[in-house]
């Protein structure tokens, strides 16, 4: 049985997409790990499983859910880069009529929007603020408003340029607050509405961009501001997106892309059960 890939990225966070509608694949940690490994696999920051969320078992209004797993092998309950790269590929394989419609995720159903020039808007529904915590990268503090956003995240807004971070290793957290582990997100402020971050991913390492991290930012920075109202641009290492937030719900504009499309090997497969 061949097994179709496609490999797809927004804003640099890139994926390999399975399409697998009847959810028969068997995915392994093992197999999502090799797949991810940039050295003896397809090389990506998580897998997108195509699937129907009745072929899962998993609740969703939608036809179709995102079956995210990091590339770690882990699950993760929403990935909004992965949620624009997932929708395009709904509409331009006809599997979804655009150019709006609901995707189930882990984190809920997102009512999503193709746009014509192949950018989609997610309705990634609300960023709740949950504390206060504290990173330490290279052993300095940096403290920080932590965000769920149907995962979990630590905002840092930072005076130092956050170019000059060493993200090269996971940056300490406090265990007990977020026993399930957490994406560490720095920010820099640019101006009115417009922010710069870098993001270490939970199960993933430093990625060019994380979507439910952007929205982290933006509702952390609204936070401090005191409003959870209001729009910005954040610019990451792989491009940029906007978002916007009203009475705490957000939306996450971006591009999706795709680059390729082929077949994996069955013995490669077979052989990383
Ligand atoms: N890159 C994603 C987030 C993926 C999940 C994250 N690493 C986690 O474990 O929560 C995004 O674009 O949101």
Redesign the pocket.
């Known amino acids: 049985m061949a097994i179709e890939f496609l490999k797809g990225h927004?804003t640099q966070?890139d994926f390999v997409l399975l399409p697998d509608p009847s959810a028969r694949l068997e995915l392994t940690p093992g197999r999502i790990a090799a797949l991810c490994d940039r050295q003896r696999g397809l090389g990506a920051?998580?897998v997108l499983r195509v699937a129907r969320a009745e072929a899962l078992g998993l609740p969703s209004a939608g036809e179709w859910f995102m079956d995210?797993y990091?590339a770690d092998g882990?699950v993760?309950?929403?990935?909004?880069?992965?949620m624009r790269v997932f929708a395009r590929y709904l509409t331009d394989a006809g599997l979804a009529e655009g150019p709006e419609f609901v995707v189930g995720s882990r984190a809920g159903d997102k009512q999503v929007i193709v746009h014509p020039d192949g950018s989609v808007t997610v309705h990634m529904g609300p960023a709740t603020i949950t504390g206060a915590s504290v990173a330490i990268v290279s052993g300095r503090n940096f403290s920080g408003v932590a965000v769920n956003v149907g995962?979990?995240h630590l905002v840092s807004i930072v005076d130092d340029d956050v170019a000059e971070l060493d993200l090269g290793a996971e940056p300490r957290y406090d265990k007990d607050f977020f026993p399930d582990?957490v994406?560490l997100e720095f920010v820099n402020p640019l101006g009115e509405g417009a922010l710069r971050m870098r993001v270490y991913?939970?199960?993933?390492g430093e990625?060019r961009?994380?979507?439910?991290?952007t929205v982290a930012a933006v509702a952390a920075a609204l936070h401090l501001a005191g409003t959870d109202t209001g729009e910005s641009t954040v610019d990451i290492p792989g491009g940029r997106v906007t978002v916007s937030m009203k009475r705490g719900e957000a939306t996450l504009t971006g591009p999706a892309e795709f680059v390729a499309r082929g077949e994996l090997f069955d013995d490669w497969w077979a052989s990383h059960g």
């Open positions: 927004g966070n920051d998580g995210y990091n882990s993760a309950e929403m990935c909004g880069n992965g995962n979990p582990g994406n991913e939970r199960g993933v990625t961009s994380c979507g439910t991290g």
